[in-house]
């Protein structure tokens, strides 16, 4: 109101200007209530667009879905896995190394006399009475570890199986037509009976035959009942 005192604006051109203020006053008066208003709403706008995270979640459901297709190659896949192994778990089979009468038993706990070596002592595995050069086969599917001339049981064969068992021929003839790493399966022939074994000599043409298990001399009849 000091300016209607002012002299130098007196006139018509004075009074629109002010009364055109005051319009634009007013007007900016209501277009800031108005805006206001408008601001008051955002915060209802934002509670709508909150609810556009939960149809982010239904995009990121999209990925979920994009992994099934991913998924699809596992599930040729999967009966791939469980087919190896099903076939390694097969039983292990045994058989008689050799066909012959059984002239000295397995006695780890009891010394048992030797007539070569005139002592009493223990006796690792079975003595298998066989003609000389008759075939020896090997008792179950495995794979040669070694095979050398024992200083007391002459040529000998062993062979490694499934399950930890090793089976060892002993008292062979000069030819073996097996070497080490051979794979060997049950009844293969893997040697003759002979009768180098030097601390059994008395007892003639045989086979000194012995099994361990986790490197344990066992009772050889206990390997030969396996699978029967
Ligand atoms: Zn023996």
């Known amino acids: ?8 604006f007196a006139g018509k051109g004075y009074y629109i200007a002010l009364i055109l203020c005051a ?3 007013g007007i900016t008066g209501y277009w800031y209530y108005q805006s206001e208003s408008n601001v008051q709403d955002i915060p209802v706008e934002e509670t709508i667009l909150q609810d556009i ?12 879905i994009a992994t ?8 040729p896949s999967a009966p791939a896995r469980t087919m190896p192994s099903v ?24 010394l048992s006399y030797n007539q070569t070596t005139r002592d ?12 000389e050069g008759a075939p020896v086969v090997a008792a179950a599917d495995g794979q040669v570890y070694t095979v050398y001339e024992d200083d007391y049981l ?7 199986h499934d399950d930890g068992y090793t089976t060892r021929y002993s008292s062979l003839t000069e030819e073996i ?47 030969l009942a396996i699978g029967k």
């Open 1 to 8: 109101m000091s300016n209607n005192n002012k002299p130098g």
């Open 23 to 25: 319009a634009a006053i």
């Open 53 to 64: 995270p939960a149809d982010a979640a239904q995009v990121q459901d999209v990925p979920a």
């Open 68 to 75: 099934q297709p991913a998924t699809r190659p596992d599930t």
């Open 87 to 110: 076939t390694p778990k097969k039983e292990l089979k045994t058989m008689c190394p050799v066909e012959g009468a059984q002239i000295t038993g397995y006695s780890m706990e009891a």
């Open 120 to 131: 009493w002592r223990v006796h690792n595995g079975v003595d298998l009475a066989a003609e």
């Open 154 to 160: 002459g040529y000998t064969v062993v062979i490694r």
């Open 177 to 223: 037509p097996v070497k080490s790493g051979e794979k060997v399966t049950m009844g293969q022939a893997i040697g003759c009976a002979g009768s180098t074994a030097v601390v059994e000599t008395t007892l003639g043409s045989h086979v000194h035959f012995t099994v361990t298990k986790d490197n344990e001399p066992i009772d050889p009849a206990e390997f």
